[in-house]
Nanobody
Framework: VQLQASGGGLVQPGGSLRLSCAAS????????MGWYRQAPGKQRELVAT???????DYADSVKGRFSGSRDNAKNTVYLQMNSLQPEDTAVYYC?????????????WGQGTLVTVSS
């Protein structure tokens, strides 16, 4: 599976961005998709999980602000990010795994940088 993330950029505090991740190479609808982020000097953290059936789960730090979704017809997963804050600045990675309960993804995208700054 190949994953291509896009949509990052510079945004002011309080602004919004939508990240996209296009998948290819296998049956996209079978995979649990995830969004991770890694801020400078910090460990990579799981931000959102979107199951094969479309259910979602979020890190406490983004609940109520971020929303994950998927379009199986387009083999694409999204992360809508609202009310962005400077602490959301990070490289965001999409991921894919076949088993929902697997601790680590099977595949990673290349990352897209989100910078929240005035």
């Amino acid at each position: 599976v190949q994953l291509q993330a896009s949509g990052g950029g510079l945004v002011q505090p309080g602004g919004s961005l939508r990240l996209s991740c296009a998948a290819s190479g296998d049956i996209f609808s079978l995979y649990t998709m995830g969004w991770y982020r890694q801020a400078p000097g910090k460990q990579r953290e799981l931000v959102a999980t979107i199951s094969a059936l479309g259910s979602t789960d979020y890190a406490d730090s983004v609940k109520g602000r971020f929303s994950g979704s998927r379009d199986n017809a387009k083999n694409t997963v999204y992360l809508q990010m609202n009310s962005l804050q400077p602490e959301d600045t990070a490289v965001y990675y999409c991921s894919a795994k076949k088993l929902y309960w697997a601790l680590t993804p099977d595949y990673w995208g290349q990352g897209t940088l989100v910078t929240v700054s005035s």
